[in-house]
């Protein structure tokens, strides 16, 4: 139900965009974001984005980073611009659970629908 595309293979400071696409659940009132995990390293929050567009990131990522939706479209991005070797990982979108308040988004345990993932490779 989460479709997510967009991953590959890029140099240090080069850029990727991610996409997750959603069926069978009720995108528009649901908190969407990333996450990710790297060989041997347990998953990390990346980025949310809210219904109403807010969002919020990961110190590693802010300035970098960009997440955003479109709900007519029912897809979330992650535009990711001057890329480290250290984002390598396959990158995951997830939905949030209804009634997740906003301390509780960068929580993988608050997200109960999980794109398959997308390798992010960056080269040094």
Do not use: H
Not at 15 to 32: D, E, I, K, Q, V
Not at 69 to 82: C, E, G, T
Not at 102 to 122: I, P
């Amino acid at each position: 139900q989460l479709q997510t595309s967009g991953g590959g293979l890029v140099q240090a400071g080069g850029s990727l965009r991610l996409s997750c696409a959603a069926s069978g659940l009720t995108f528009n009132t649901r908190a969407m974001a990333w996450f990710r995990q790297a060989p041997e390293k347990d998953r990390e929050f990346v980025a949310v984005v809210r219904s109403d567009r807010n969002a919020r990131y990961r110190d590693s990522v802010k300035g970098r980073f960009t997440v955003s939706r479109d709900n007519a479209k029912n897809a979330v991005y992650l535009q990711m611009n001057s890329l480290k070797p250290e984002d390598t990982a396959v990158y995951y979108c997830a939905a949030a659970r209804y009634g997740t308040i906003w301390s509780e988004l960068t929580n993988q345990n608050r997200f109960d629908y999980w794109g398959q993932g997308t390798q992010v490779t960056v080269s040094s």
